[in-house]
């Protein structure tokens, strides 16, 4: 139970923070997970806790690429299975993308944990659990993934990333869509597509882009993907964070 009023100026921030702190009660995010959602909430406080436009156009670039795909796949950890797990459910089916969780800090009770939860919220299947392949380049542990999974995948969505690993990822060729507020992180610019958005705002707008995209044709959206500059949405989001007013 959460007692948050309404009118509180901080209300989705707060609220937020407390899915976290249940994700870790009920044994599916980290301890460490708190630490980086603190981190999380000074960028967006700072980014004015709204999806700026350049991060809109970033959502729907990302979702051309997930439509795109040969073989898409969302990447869930315990702040994203605490914070969205319907969300990233929806979003899912609304672009034919696989689910897999990958966890930085990985445990079997936790995989089974976050599985099982997303099953909760509607998730037919959950990769991740058979862990029979390797992201090259990383420790044991860390680089585990299912060949059916992340391995085989073209685009990967990975929200709230570790640096080396999304580093290593994209050293695999693989395109990589990052969901992460902090627009100097080093997953962020590892990432062919970087949403500098918070994942509770980001995955719902993209499932209302994937709704509209899904009418369009291949061209249309091979220019949309084509016509996309990274650099200049981290520019962007870095001025955002600069020039705002704060409350
Ligand atoms: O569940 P696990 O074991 O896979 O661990 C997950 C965490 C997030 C703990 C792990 O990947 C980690 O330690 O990540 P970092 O290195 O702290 O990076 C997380 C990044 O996500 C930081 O740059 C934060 O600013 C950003 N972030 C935190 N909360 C949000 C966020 N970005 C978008 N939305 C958020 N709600």
Do not use: C, W
Not at 196 to 207: E, H, K, Q, S, Y
Not at 212 to 236: H, I, K, P, S
Not at 237 to 244: D, F, K, Q, S, V
């Amino acid at each position: 139970h959460v007692d948050v009023p309404e009118d509180h100026p901080r209300y989705e921030s707060l609220l937020t923070r407390h899915r976290i702190e249940a994700g870790v009660d009920k044994g599916i995010t980290s301890r460490q997970g708190l630490i980086a959602q603190g981190r999380g909430e000074a960028f967006d406080y700072l980014l004015g806790e709204r999806t700026t436009d350049s991060a809109d156009a970033a959502e729907r670039v990302a979702v051309a690429h997930l439509l795109l795909a040969e073989h898409a796949v969302l990447s869930v950890n315990g702040n994203v299975a605490a914070l969205a797990p319907a969300e990233t459910v929806e979003l899912a089916e609304a672009t034919g993308a696989d689910i897999e969780v990958n966890l930085f800090n990985r445990t079997e009770e936790r995989m089974q944990a976050i599985a099982d939860h997303l099953r909760e919220h509607g998730a037919r299947e959950v990769k991740g659990l058979t862990a029979d392949a390797r992201i090259s380049g990383l420790s044991h542990e860390r680089g585990k993934v299912d060949a059916d999974g992340i391995y085989d995948a073209d685009v990967v969505l990975v929200p709230l990333e570790d640096g080396d690993r999304a580093e290593a990822l994209a050293e695999m060729g693989k395109t990589e869509l990052v969901v992460d507020l902090n627009p100097g992180s080093r997953s962020a610019r590892a990432a062919a597509v970087p949403i500098v958005d918070n994942i509770v705002r980001a995955l719902p707008n993209m499932t209302k882009h994937a709704q509209e995209l899904a009418q369009e044709d291949e061209a249309t959206l091979r220019e949309l993907v084509e016509g996309f500059d990274a650099q200049a949405a981290l520019d962007e989001a870095e001025r955002e964070i600069r020039t705002g007013t704060f409350e």
